[in-house]
């Protein structure tokens, strides 16, 4: 890499930023992706005199390459209005067009080849960075300018295929997702035509809060404490409690608990629990069905978790974090058929929601095998079998 460059390797500023929207973008590490693309979630800004400026401003056709933190990632700065300059953990390498195209550097450094090296060079260093020094002695395959091209133009029509074949089974996942409630308001919305009984939850139901826990008194033994992030992230950890709490707020393999505080669509709402023994945290209710109503728990979780989104929807949009008094949810009214019937409503909505499941599994697999195959191709383009 050395031998293509004109002029030496630059590290980049050491400055403290600001979120302030201000004249200079301040690009650090994690600006910017594995795929070398740009993020602007959580800019920063600085300002700089203008002899401080010119110094570190990036210029099209400049590469980024991390040296240390996410060592070896790589990014091309396209000609952007913005005034931008790059950190500290930031090495510039301004390359010589003359002989290397700066976008057939930048696709070499997201190939395999490429991280071997990264890989490799790593394994001899005491600490997990890269120094300009190092990155020069980089060998890159350099066919002529004209070849260059071909190569860069040939890439660029695969991955705008790739991209398509992204967009499409976006298309196919962004359906998926309403189909469960498309098949709720359908089943709900006739329950009137069916002479179904619409009942308050608070004549079905008592709802226990759970219990208020200090951080001082989370345990690395004992029962796990149920909180709301517990609700349906498996890989959530757990706090416990190694003391005796009231019978009330132990919970048990299908149990029904109502978070009352938490995000649509994720811990808001009515959930089954699953996990095994433990302690109910506060923001979260547990549901003790009255003897007189026969009350299938599924039909329920379905019914209230379709009830609260009509109301939150209503009420703000259902957009972030919600909150629901216990008052309005012992006021919230749901259909209750028969419970054979409440049987045949369950059975078909497991079905739909288990499409639903699939199609978004089958979203996420193919997003890994999509990239895996920009992979492959680059793999083959840069050891000349495409």
Not at 10 to 34: C, M, V
Not at 267 to 296: C, Y
Not at 357 to 372: P, S, Y
């Amino acid at each position: 890499m050395g031998e293509v460059l004109n002029r030496k390797p630059q590290y980049g500023l050491t400055a403290k930023a600001s979120k302030e929207t201000l004249n200079i973008r301040y690009l650090r590490i994690s600006d910017i992706t594995d795929q070398g693309n740009l993020k602007n979630n959580d800019p920063r800004f600085l300002d700089l005199n203008e002899q401080e400026f010119n110094k570190y401003r990036l210029y099209k056709g400049d590469i980024l390459i991390a040296r240390s933190g996410s060592v070896g990632r790589v990014c091309l700065h396209h000609d952007y209005k913005q005034k931008v300059v790059f950190a500290f953990y930031l090495i510039r390498f301004r390359l010589d067009t003359n002989q290397i195209i700066p976008k057939f550097f930048f696709y070499y450094g997201l190939s395999p080849l490429y991280k071997k090296y990264i890989e490799d060079t790593l394994r001899n260093v005491v600490q997990p960075n890269i120094n300009a020094t190092e990155y020069s002695n980089l060998q890159i395959p350099l066919p002529p300018l004209p070849k260059q091209k071909r190569i860069v133009a040939r890439i660029e029509a695969l991955f705008s295929k790739i991209d398509e074949i992204k967009r499409l089974r976006k298309e196919a996942n962004d359906l998926a997702k309403p189909l469960l409630q498309s098949a709720l308001h359908e089943v709900f919305s006739k329950a009137d035509e069916k002479g179904w009984r619409w009942v308050r939850l608070g004549e079905v139901v008592q709802l226990i809060n759970g219990k208020t826990f200090r951080p001082s008194e989370w345990s690395d033994t004992g029962l796990p404490i149920i909180r709301i992030q517990n609700l349906n992230d498996p890989n959530n950890p757990f706090n416990y409690c190694n003391f005796k709490v009231p019978r009330k707020y132990i919970i048990d393999n299908g149990d029904i608990l109502l978070s009352w505080s938490g995000t649509p669509g994720t811990s808001f709402g009515a959930h089954k629990w699953n996990r095994g023994k433990g302690v109910l945290n506060q923001h979260i209710f547990k549901v003790i069905f009255k003897k007189e109503w026969e009350v299938n728990k599924d039909y329920f979780v379905y019914s209230v978790n379709h009830k609260l989104n009509e109301l939150i929807q209503k009420a703000h949009g259902g957009v972030g974090l919600q909150h629901v008094t216990k008052k309005k949810i012992q006021e919230l009214q749901i259909p209750l058929p028969s419970l054979p019937e409440q049987k045949r409503i369950i059975a078909y909505l497991g079905t739909i929601q288990q499409k639903a499941q699939a199609l978004q599994k089958l979203q996420t697999e193919t997003e890994k095998e999509i990239e895996r195959l920009r992979e492959a191709i680059l793999h083959k383009v840069f050891r000349g079998e495409l």
